[in-house]
């Protein structure tokens, strides 16, 4: 195996948790003036490759130099809850135009529908809103819930699950996104989404924690 | 490090060359009713994996299982040749509307938008065609070199460049995908496409050739 070489921010974490460990991902995230969000995939690839150690409300230790990880093992702990992003919303009765809107000001190619419950009800792509808006109909008029996939034909994921089984999921179903869900007795709570462009950094922060 | 476990097309051709070796990748191709563009993400991680050695104007011999090669060797060795898509192009001439038709025919995210030497010009999204979508012109009298990216402001990659490079470009410049390019005296020649949907399948790939 060649020798891991960090990229400068893991670099930086790692010099921190060596002069301050224990620390909590917080602490560490406040000292680099980033979000704990921001920091997560750095320490989990730190983690994971097993600089850090990380114990439960104690926080990070300064593990030492280990050999590197196998990369099967390092891809299987890659999960959901450590790479996704925050998920946007729309409500059912929004019109495809506002959706549009939502669309450009958020920057993202998939939004996600729900009820007065804030639970999952449809997904809207790109694609399914560049499909309307060549139609002939007024954008302003027409409810999302009308162009939406809807439940069940909705493909999800949950943060426990490992990246490479959503990557899966994203090129069988041929899809750009899934929301990642918490299921509820009423149905399933929208808490992240994971994207291609997820899969794509997740893709070069391997790539970074394993440099030649 | 974890021993490799190939995924059942691998298995298959891993066979196909023990039986039949030194054989070419369209006589692999042939056997398993596919084609070569199919295989060559397969043929590419079993040559760097180190289960065969590839000779030019030969074929593909079986070189024994090595042991399993280091996961930054390996995807230094994942390059855009191996792993590109055909690029989907548009004429700059034609109608926003009909660059829309042309995406959903094909499927694809992004066009590339050539000129009558098939030199690139420029490049559309989806994103490009919704914003123009929803505006209150007359779809079918915009013509696509109105709204699209041109050069020198579009981002490309070359076939021999490694797939990490491409990646960090797709990230650091919020694109969805690059054209492959030959340099040509007279300019660009786009000759295949990197999107993320590449990357992701790549991830993927790299997860079923290194599998615990």
């Known amino acids: 195996m060649s020798p891991i070489e960090l990229n400068k921010r893991q670099e930086e974490i790692l ?3 060596k002069n301050n460990g224990p620390i909590t991902g917080e ?3 406040d000292r ?7 920091l997560r995939p750095d320490l989990a690839i730190l983690t994971m490759a097993g600089f850090l150690d990380a114990r439960p409300r104690v926080g990070y230790f300064y593990a030492g130099k280990k050999s590197a990880q196998a990369l099967g093992d390092t891809m299987n702990n890659m999960k959901v809850k450590d790479f996704q992003s925050m998920p946007v919303v729309v409500r059912e009765s929004v019109s495809v135009y506002d959706a549009i809107c939502q669309m450009f000001l958020e920057d993202v190619g998939t939004l ?3 009820d007065e419950q ?3 009800v449809g997904v809207l792509s790109r694609k399914d809103l560049l499909r309307t808006s060549i139609g002939r109909q007024e954008l302003n008029q027409i409810p999302v819930h009308i162009i939406m996939t ?4 909705i493909t999800t994921c949950k943060k426990s699950e490992s990246l490479i089984e959503v990557s899966r ?3 069988e179903q041929q899809i750009d996104a899934v929301p990642v869900v918490a299921e509820e007795p009423a149905g399933l709570r929208v808490t992240g989404r994971i994207t291609k462009t997820t899969i794509t950094r997740a893709f070069l922060s391997l790539s970074e924690s394993h440099e030649l």
């Not at 003036?33 to 921001?38: F, G, M």
């Open 27 to 29: 602490q560490i995230a």
């Open 15 to 17: 010099q921190i948790v």
């Open 169 to 171: 999921r994203l090129i």
């Open 32 to 38: 680099l003036s980033l979000t704990r969000a921001t």
């Open 118 to 120: 804030s639970l999952l």
């Open 150 to 153: 809807r439940m069940p034909n």
């Open 112 to 114: 996600f529908v729900v």
